[in-house]
């Protein structure tokens, strides 16, 4: 099926450092989500997106629907050692109409050296 | 308000053997979506339950079947189980025709062995 081109694949960075990932799609969507994974967790709703341009944060993450319609970032700042998983970016394209299935990007694993 | 809840926690079956897995959606939401999960993959869409019907279906065979009942929870019934139903299955549920309909909330999941 279809998925999502998420970048980078994974990252591995120093306690305090901001972080950025992005998703990019072929389609148009209607709506942005970002999810993080802990091992052997169900995925956490982090940030939801509806509107082009829109641009949104909870605590230190960030996230912005691009404008195109097309592509989503998240940036966390100042990282911490908890921010270490999966992060996924999942979105529901225009052309689904009622069935609204969630297309997901194959994750960014982030590893924070304390 | 009660999150998703996802039983059993861990399965282990043989190739060949039949396998359910229960779900019970978060309060107030009214569709339920569940999802397969291989090591190391993004979750894939298996199918989404509405008012008690299938109401879309990703690419999985027949064997994988489901249920969604009048208080909104929900079963995944796998047959003829296969080395490679191996995974984590995920269970999500949603408030259709609502705010942030969008917005699917993940239980713990279910992790399947298969030997």
């Known amino acids: 099926g279809q998925q999502l081109n998420q970048s980078p694949q994974s990252m591995f960075i120093q306690e305090g450092e901001d972080v950025s990932m992005n998703c990019t799609s072929s389609?148009?969507?209607?709506?942005w989500l970002w999810y993080k994974q802990d091992p052997g967790e169900g995925p956490v709703l982090l940030i939801a997106l509806y509107k082009a341009g829109e641009l949104t944060s909870n605590g230190r993450l960030t996230a912005q629907f691009g404008i195109t319609r097309k592509d989503s970032f998240l940036n966390i700042s100042a990282s911490i050692p908890s921010d270490v998983g999966i992060y996924f970016c999942a979105g529901q394209p225009s052309y689904a109409g009622n069935n609204r299935k969630l297309i997901w990007g194959l994750g960014t694993s982030l590893a924070v050296n304390p | 308000e009660t999150g998703v809840t996802q039983s059993p926690t861990h399965l282990i079956k043989t190739r060949g053997q039949q396998v359910t897995l229960r779900c019970s959606s978060q309060?107030?939401?009214?569709?339920v979506s569940w999802y397969q999960q291989a090591l190391g993959q993004g979750p894939q869409f298996i199918f989404q339950y509405y008012r008690e019907e299938e109401n879309g279906r990703g690419n999985f065979p027949p064997r994988f079947s489901g249920l969604q009942f009048p208080n909104y929870s929900s079963e995944l019934n796998v047959n003829a189980l296969e080395l490679d139903d191996s995974a984590l299955y995920l269970c999500?549920?949603?408030?259709?025709?609502?705010?942030?309909?969008?917005?699917?909330?993940f239980g713990p999941g279910t992790r399947l062995t298969v030997l």
């Open positions: 389609s148009i969507f209607n709506t």
């Open positions: 309060s107030g939401h009214n569709t």
């Open positions: 999500a549920s949603r408030s259709r025709g609502r705010a942030g309909a969008d917005e699917q909330f």
